[in-house]
């Protein structure tokens, strides 16, 4: 059972034949293999972020003139591993005055809720930890914990530049948790599922034209009013107002230093590559398209979503706290349950193939 | 049920990945803390009182609407993936409650409580 959720890769199946011939027995078989597989995705998502953080280091770059990060390797390609490597050196600088439980466990629990999501993300045909049936459900109702996450470095920190950009974060974040979950509704009113693994299937077939953003309008409406609450969703400009370099230096996590501040860092980047790789399995029709292996679709879909909100990050000026809670509350929230609402009305009047 | 293990052995695993990077790091890197670094940072000034004061942070309100539409996502969820085979009805039903929804929404936008200043 759990075979069938990561039976492309070799060197699970053979473990797992392994495992099964050494006498184990189920829930503990489960635990061994789960066990390793979180291993395998925490390194993976490791690369993913040095990766990312390295080519928005270059897209910022090249969108301003100038080349980025080129003295390590070519093109500066293992600049962040060096990067990394520094934070893991550096002094952990704490601050006395601090709330000690609190602004410890914030930066753990921000990763791992970044972590989990990854528990149901199909990366292509069968490459996915568990399908579990509430899929969708169950990433949104994990990410919202970075929230809790973001407070508590704000509160524990001490500093009115944190607990500022934790409470901003707070309210940001769930604010646009609305909208983001009125077009994922969209989607699960098309498909009839919850499970990642269905709604992509559903969108199989027909060159890549079953995709649900080409199911115009409504397909097209959610897929933007989604992009745009998943980039206030990861913190990123043009909705970055809780690390507002200028008004706020760097938010929630300006006493973090060494390996706390990197957990953030990585969280950050992780939940951007997960809000991408979600709008892949929605509106994209996932790891199905035409010619190429499963995974390689999906993380060139994936990719191309990272790319336009970094193109977002570099093209588009911040907003005000107010235009952005206006724009939230007064447009997209309505927008989106109308939208919901024409989308369930066109797919019951069948005018979708 | 078996996959839900995943879940709670992920949450150990990545709570255990992020713990022994910590103290990982504790064995490679330099410790020396002295007053003036332990300071919180505020531009260089000397801090000024503690940040855990009251402040009004205008959120409260935001807060209740979203509780209003999270509990909504409850029971917009089950009526998502049941729709295909529900039809007409559940579409008239869901209509209705979203309207009442959004007139809850029109009364805060009128009292004005969507404004953030």
């Known amino acids: 059972m759990i075979l069938a959720s990561v039976e492309l890769i070799g060197v699970f199946r053979w473990l797992y034949g392994l495992l ?102 199909p990366f292509g045909d069968g490459l996915i930890v568990a399908d579990l049936n509430i899929g969708i459900l169950y990433v949104i109702a994990i990410t919202t914990f970075t929230v809790i996450s973001l407070l508590m470095a704000g509160w524990g920190s001490n500093n009115k530049y944190a607990l500022l950009g934790g409470m901003r974060s707070a309210a940001q974040v769930v604010s646009y948790e609305v909208p983001m979950v009125a077009s ?170 | 049920m078996l996959e839900y293990l995943a879940i709670i052995i992920f949450i150990v695993a990545g709570i255990g990945i992020v713990l022994f990077t910590f103290c990982f790091s504790r064995l490679i890197r330099p410790a020396n803390p002295y007053p003036e670094k332990t300071i919180n940072y505020e531009c260089a000034e000397i801090p000024q009182g503690h940040s855990w004061i009251q402040f009004n942070n205008r959120f409260y309100i935001f807060g209740l609407i979203f509780v209003i539409f999270d509990v909504e996502a409850v029971f917009l969820f089950p009526w998502a993936v049941a729709f295909g085979q529900l039809g007409l009805y559940a579409l008239i039903e869901m209509v209705i409650f979203i309207t009442i929804l959004f007139y809850g929404i029109y009364y805060a936008w009128r009292k004005g409580a969507l404004q953030w200043v």
């Open chain 1, 20 to 121: 099964v011939e050494l006498g184990l027995e189920e829930p503990w078989l489960s635990v061994v293999i789960y066990g390793l597989l979180s291993v395998t995705i925490f390194g993976v998502l490791c690369l993913i972020a040095l990766f990312l953080v390295w080519w928005e280091r270059k897209i910022a770059g090249h969108m301003q003139q100038r080349f980025g990060p080129m003295r390590n390797g070519w093109h500066g390609w293992y600049q962040t591993v060096m990067d990394a490597l520094k934070l893991l050196q550096k002094e952990d600088i704490r601050v006395d005055t601090r709330d000690r439980a609190v602004f410890f466990w914030a930066p753990v629990i921000c990763f791992v809720a970044a972590f989990l999501a990854y528990i149901v993300i």
């Open chain 1, 184 to 353: 994922i509704l969209t989607v699960i009113v098309f498909s009839g599922s919850l499970s990642m693994v269905d709604i992509s299937n559903s969108q199989q077939g027909n060159f890549i034209f079953n995709w649900f953003i080409f199911r115009p309008p409504f397909g097209i409406i959610a897929f933007l009013t989604y992009i745009t609450a998943a980039t206030a969703e990861a913190n990123r400009t043009p909705f970055d107002i809780p690390e507002a370099e200028q008004e706020l230096v760097a938010g929630y996590n300006i006493e973090y230093s060494g390996m706390k501040f990197a957990m953030f860092f990585l969280a950050e980047f992780v939940n951007m590559f997960t809000v991408s790789a979600i709008a892949t399995t929605l509106f994209l029709g996932g790891w199905h398209g035409p010619l190429l292996p499963s995974w390689l679709w999906f993380i060139i879909k994936t990719l191309a979503i990272v790319l336009l909100l970094m193109i977002f990050r570099w093209t588009f000026p911040r907003l005000r706290v107010d235009q952005l809670m206006e724009f939230a509350w007064k447009f997209l929230v309505p927008l989106t349950f109308a939208n919901l609402i024409l989308a369930g009305w066109m797919k019951y009047a069948g005018w979708y193939w």
